[in-house]
């Protein structure tokens, strides 16, 4: 079972509406969780950090829950310039302490 | 904003040669990592570098790679004898301390190896 496991998409949505992605992780050792977001042949970028409590950063929500191993993305009123692959990321607090990135998921918003 | 930088965008080789890749990490990151990316495929970690020594490697990080910090900016990764499937984008990337401190990654170098 890969560590970190997103669904891959296409996920093609219309201007303005709201999109949820989710993601797993295998090992129970993570400790710190991340959304990064990948425009094509570019390098991953930020999005937010995964706090245990839930957190928003304008459109964007993101939900960690520890006891089922699922983070979540959301992304309300999309614009077309959201259109990337995002990461979900997760470090372990033992063995393997560097980044672990999922293979992403794939938004196209569309006009 | 600080910036990682990376030299050179694209580097082409032939199987077989020695490449250096270059990166600058940010200047107050303590912590500098390697990662790949083949197209089409995730990013993944090579090795992560602190207080002048490797703390950690993949499985992917044999004899054929290692990694340097020459001076107080730069930070490079040697292939020494190039593979055809060496060919992927190289990310470096670095941070601060602090274990929730996010990576900043350079925009990479593309390696093609013919």
């Known amino acids: 079972r890969k560590e970190v496991e997103q669904d891959p998409g296409p996920f093609n949505v219309p201007e303005g509406a709201t999109v949820a992605f989710n993601c797993t992780y295998s090992?129970?050792?993570?400790?710190?969780f991340f959304w990064y977001r990948q425009d094509c042949r570019k390098e991953p970028k930020l999005l937010m950090s995964?706090?245990?409590s839930g957190n928003e950063d304008g459109r964007f929500t993101a939900q960690l829950n520890r006891a089922s191993q699922y983070i979540s993305l959301l992304i309300r009123d999309s614009k077309l310039s959201d259109s990337a692959t995002y990461l979900c990321?997760?470090?372990?607090?033992?063995?393997?302490?560097?980044?672990?990135f999922g293979s992403g998921t794939r938004l196209q918003v569309q006009p | 904003e600080p910036e990682v930088t990376q030299t050179p965008s694209h580097q082409v080789t032939q199987m077989g040669q020695e490449v250096i890749l270059r990166c600058v990490p940010i200047?107050?990151?303590?912590?500098f990592y390697w990662y790949r990316q083949i197209l089409g495929q995730k990013v993944e970690f090579l090795v992560s570098?602190?207080?002048?020594?490797?703390?950690?490697k993949s499985e992917i990080f044999d004899d054929q790679f290692s990694v340097e910090r020459p001076d107080g900016s730069n930070f490079t990764l040697k292939i020494r004898s190039t593979k055809l499937e060496d060919s992927a984008m190289y990310f470096c990337?670095?941070?601060?301390?602090?274990?929730?401190?996010?990576?900043?990654f350079g925009n990479g170098t593309r390696l093609t190896v013919t």
């Open positions: 990337a670095s941070r601060r301390t602090g274990e929730d401190s996010p990576l900043h």
């Open positions: 090992n129970s050792a993570s400790q710190s």
């Open positions: 200047s107050n990151h303590l912590y």
């Open positions: 990321v997760v470090r372990r607090d033992t063995g393997r302490r560097a980044l672990t």
């Open positions: 995964v706090y245990s």
């Open positions: 570098f602190y207080n002048n020594e490797i703390s950690e």
